[in-house]
């Protein structure tokens, strides 16, 4: 005990100290520019840390030291260490800024994520101990969504969903996540409703009636999630939890693998997040988490900021350091912003001051109503930058409470002013004129009366000649019946090509109200080859319209996986619930333009110059709205919140968020506006500049420095998966149009039939790691466990999938089941760096070859290549060569061979690993990540052949390829 002691002692000596010791003898003192409270973060090694960091005060910078510095000291081991912060780009930032400080890590391979993502390797990994759904699908929010739209008379709620679908199933929506994330009961969900329905006046009767259904609901959604093999993110972590909570040996598997837990935004946590991060902490001896109170604005998806509050209490021998030193805003921004949060209750007091000097004055426009404030706040934006105060536009940013409904008049002011302008968030996606168009051309597929001709025929989408557009609005014919060009040149369409596209199109109507198409992503694509819209944009390098129509492909992909139905009139009621709720479009940023966007969308960030929008009663803070189903404190695992009503308090958060994300220069733009539920300025302005807002609106003797010039941003690697890659291997147009517009792939069953083959091979490949390996009848019970049905695919088809699989695994056992007890590794991932941009992948197996190498092996369903296809050899080839790049780099392994194993014929594709290879093989994917990166997507002509996906809209596919192909290639390298 007394060496113990000793030790210890001698060990917080060092600690304490300016440098420390590490192998080698080098001295860490890289962060001799810290202050003293961040080195004293960086440095703490005595048990649970609370790290509270003011905005701007260098929060992920002494997270990323803190974790550098303890695997630098030996105090933590990097394969031991976990990391999670709020969202995946946090997390891959707070990867490169712990990389740069221990480059001879491969940062790539620790445990950096959000938690939703550390949550669900958790469970891939002991899928086996979890009532959960097997090989389980992961619902996004917009899966969600549709899932219990789709499901809705299954759920009970088919009465009650008639007049404003989205806004019911988003509610719907939201609490069963906030029921899930709070872990409550779903019966006495039901107790409390049926309690309340029963005691409630008869004007509340219908209410209660209404809530009791959606309370009986919950625990239907949560069986169908089981049955449907689905999860939705708040399951996840629930499930993680569960398997943590009901199985000890896990849970100590666990703590041992993962010793330092290092929390970010701890302040955003919900209450099963905070279940989990105790759960692993254990006593919170290595526990590091990291936030601030005052910028907690996410409770209204369930965080609660409670788990900051109360961490002394939970935690009696935590250390709480305050980061209260600003370094991103000047002197007045820090403390007109503190005028306001200081009004909060409930909070942990903190003394910001600024380390970048006095700066401008805040400025306030205040004028008579929105609209003219919109005009004199960017006619100010417009004398700042004429005037050299403000160099470039792209360093200011307009905040808003609400982009869809608070920005309007700031953009037809920025129109009319001619300055450029970039806006994120105005769910303006169905506005777009392609999409409108394509929407309507869906319902033209739908309309059986010659009625619709006219109307939806003039669709500019088409490109039709001007004398074809004056013959459509002339005839009366139902052009559904046309077959021959006779039949169009009878009524005047005399252009060959537009008789082609409405013959097609004529016949592809037809087709549907048949019901004789295997998917609405199908239809989706077969309009937009009728229309041929997408080569021209293509062509005429229209990116915003591509990327928007990759947009249009996943929503209706989202809808053929989870709508249930392939029925036309089905899928019309969806597109129109998405339309009431409104979609973001996706636009590329114009290089220096103002960048406008909603502060929940703005948190993380920074600008030199920040113009808060609209900050008028009503708007900012906004109208409480009382849930119309509000889950009571007492079922909830996080209890009551910190105050008795939080909504003030949360809008002055949000406020206090917008004006700290300024660098040199805030503005805030106010009217003597009425809105639904309030009246002139924002009460925040009162408390930040008193009652006389007058005379803080009267710029004549305002001082206004000149503002620097937006710092670049801290460099991010971009990172390609080999899954991703591999379309840039066969054609790099397609890997733009898959990759770049985010065109969905069309449903294969091929691809389908692959994964369920490859899920019971890793559950096989287990057992052989275990030394057994199982017998032909538990081959056929491994298969149905591990099989997801393809939903697309006839019943009479898919059981003789099944049987193929039977036979390949079967096959593969027989021929080389003796060699699976070598198995060194399964599916295991890598990711490891080139040329400052990261390769990442997945090897099927890994299995010990001669002397201290290892074989890789890769499974193919199909069988062996044939001699001309050579194509698909090389690139398999390449892949391999991609993954003992992987195995070498970021495993550490010594490859002495590569495998392809074609379980359709049992034939195998053996090469040797040599540095010859290898050097090939870097070159090659040098040569390609470098074109990635040069926007160079030059086509590979000798694939056209094998491709399906994408062909009827490529623009190679629709342009003559009859002329020398090395003109095409030069032309789009150029």
């Known amino acids: 005990m007394c060496i113990n002691f000793l030790c210890h002692h001698i060990q917080n000596a060092i600690l304490d100290s300016k440098s ?126 549709l899932f219990i739209y789709s499901h809705h008379e299954e759920l009970g709620l088919d009465t009650l969903s008639d007049n404003d679908p ?25 107790e409390w409703c049926q309690l309340n329905l029963e005691n409630c006046a008869a004007t509340e009767a219908e209410m209660w009636t209404k809530w009791s259904l959606i309370a009986s609901a919950y625990d239907r959604y949560l069986k169908l999630l089981q049955s449907e093999s689905v999860l939705d993110f708040a399951s996840i972590q629930s499930c993680a939890l569960r398997l943590m909570q009901n199985n000890p040996q896990i849970l100590a598997g666990i703590r041992k693998r993962y010793q330092d837990i290092f929390i970010d935004e701890y302040q955003d946590t919900n209450a099963v997040q905070d279940r989990i991060i105790s759960l692993l902490a254990d006593d919170g001896e290595r526990f590091t988490a990291v936030g601030d109170d005052d910028q907690s604005i996410y409770r209204f998806r369930g965080a609660t900021v409670r788990n900051i509050l109360t961490f002394k209490e939970r935690f009696p021998k935590a250390k709480v350091i305050k980061l209260e030193q600003n370094f991103r805003s000047k002197k007045s921004i820090v403390q007109n912003s503190q005028h306001v949060i200081s009004n909060n209750p409930a909070r942990i007091p903190k003394a910001l001051t600024s380390v970048r000097g006095i700066g401008s004055d805040v400025l306030v426009v205040y004028e008579r109503n929105l609209t003219e404030e919109a005009k004199a706040s960017v ?98 014919k139902n052009l559904i019946e046309i077959s021959a060009p006779e039949d169009l040149q009878s009524i005047g369409i005399m252009d060959s090509n537009d008789q082609q596209r409405l013959m097609d199109l004529a016949s592809f109507k037809r087709q549907v109200q048949k019901g004789d198409h295997t998917s609405m992503l199908a239809v989706y ?4 080859q009728c229309t041929n819209c997408a080569c021209r944009f293509e062509q005429n390098d229209n990116q915003n319209s591509m990327i928007n129509l990759g947009l249009l492909s996943q929503l209706i992909a989202a809808w053929d996986e989870y709508g249930g139905t392939s029925d036309l009139k089905s899928f019309l009621k969806y597109l129109d619930m998405l339309k009431q709720g409104g979609v973001n479009q996706i636009t590329v940023p114009p290089k220096d333009a103002i960048q406008i966007m909603s502060i929940h969308q703005a948190k993380g960030l920074e600008f030199p110059v920040v113009l808060m929008g609209s900050v008028v009663d009503g708007r900012l803070p906004n109208c409480q709205r009382l849930e119309s189903f509000n889950i009571p404190y007492d079922l909830r695992a996080s209890g009551k919140p910190e105050v008795e009503d939080p909504h003030l308090v949360d809008e002055r958060k949000l406020f206090y968020v917008a004006a700290t994300r300024a660098r040199d220069l805030l503005i805030i733009g106010t009217a003597d506006a009425k809105t639904r539920c309030g009246d002139g300025p924002s009460i925040f302005l009162k408390e930040m500049f008193g009652e006389n807002l007058e005379g803080f609106a009267d710029l004549t003797n305002v001082y206004v420095d000149k503002v620097e010039s937006k710092p670049r941003s801290h460099k991010i690697r971009t990172r390609h998966s080999f899954s991703k890659l591999s379309y840039f291997l066969q054609c790099p147009l397609r890997y733009k149009y898959a990759m ?59 059981n003789k999938l099944i049987e193929a699989a039977y036979g390949q695994i079967n096959r593969y056992l027989n021929e080389y089941g003796k060699t699976l007890f070598s198995i060194v590794e399964i599916e295991t991932g890598f990711a490891f760096d080139l040329n400052g941009q990261i390769i990442q992948g997945n090897i099927d197996l890994l299995k010990r070859g001669h002397e201290d190498t290892v074989e890789i092996v890769d499974f193919k369903t199909s069988g062996m290549l044939t001699n001309d296809n050579e194509i698909r050899k090389d690139n398999i080839n390449l892949q391999l060569d991609i993954y003992a790049l992987g ?40 040569g390609f990540l470098d074109d990635i990166t040069n926007g160079q997507f030059t086509p590979n002509l000798d694939y056209c052949a094998y491709c399906q996906e994408f062909r009827g809209i490529c623009l190679i596919h629709n342009l003559d390829l009859t002329f020398d192909r090395s003109r095409l290639q030069i032309a789009f390298a150029d």
């Not at 192998?23 to 960086?42: D, F, M, P």
């Not at 989205?166 to 039901?190: C, G, M, R």
């Not at 059986?448 to 609005?473: C, I, M, V």
């Not at 014929?905 to 093989?921: F, I, M, P, V």
Request: hydrophobic share 40%.
């Open 20 to 145: 420390v010791k590490v192998k080698g003898g080098r001295e860490l003192t890289e962060w001799s520019n810290l202050t003293e409270s961040q080195q004293t973060a960086v440095r703490y090694n005595g048990g649970p840390l609370l790290i509270i960091a003011g905005p701007g005060s260098g929060k992920t910078e002494v997270l990323a030291w803190r974790v550098a510095y303890l695997i630098k000291a030996a105090i933590a081991k990097s394969d031991k260490v976990l990391v999670t912060t709020f969202t995946d780009k946090a997390a891959t930032e707070l990867k490169e800024r712990i990389q740069e400080k221990i480059p001879h890590i491969n940062i790539e391979m620790m445990q950096v994520s959000t938690i939703h993502s550390f949550c669900l390797k958790l469970l891939y990994k002991h899928d086996r101990f979890v009532r959960m759904p097997v090989d389980f699908k992961i619902l996004g929010d917009l899966e969600q969504l």
């Open 166 to 190: 989205y806004y019911f199933f988003s509610e719907v929506q939201h609490i069963f996540n906030l029921a899930t994330e709070e872990l409550v009961d779903p019966s006495s969900l039901e």
């Open 379 to 476: 006619s100010l934006l417009k004398r700042l930058h004429n005037s050299g105060k403000i160099a470039n536009y792209g360093d200011i940013a307009l905040l808003f409470r609400s982009v869809e409904h608070h920005a309007l008049p700031y953009i037809a002011a920025l129109r009319e002013a001619n300055m450029p302008f970039n806006v994120t968030g105005d769910a303006r996606f169905f506005k777009r004129a392609e999409i409108s168009m394509l929407c309507d051309l869906f319902r033209y597929l739908n309309i059986t009366g010659k009625w619709g001709d006219q109307r939806y025929l003039s669709n500019s989408l088409f490109g039709f000649h001007p004398e074809t557009h004056k013959a459509l609005e002339k005839t009366d």
């Open 525 to 528: 694509y077969q309009l937009l």
């Open 740 to 798: 770049i517009y985010n065109f969905h792939l069309p449903w294969s069953e091929s691809r389908g039939f692959g994964d369920n083959v490859h899920r019971a091979l890793e559950a096989i490949h287990h057992q052989a790691l275990e030394g057994r390996l199982p017998a032909e009848e538990e081959v056929i019970r491994i298969v149905k466990d591990k099989w997801i049905s393809l939903n697309r695919t006839k019943p009479d088809q898919e």
């Open 887 to 926: 195995t070498e780099k970021a495993l550490g392994f010594k490859v002495g061979k590569t495998t392809a194993h074609f379980l359709g014929d049992g034939n195998l594709l053996t090469t040797e690993w040599s540095s010859e290879r290898r050097t090939n093989a870097l070159s090659k994917l040098s």
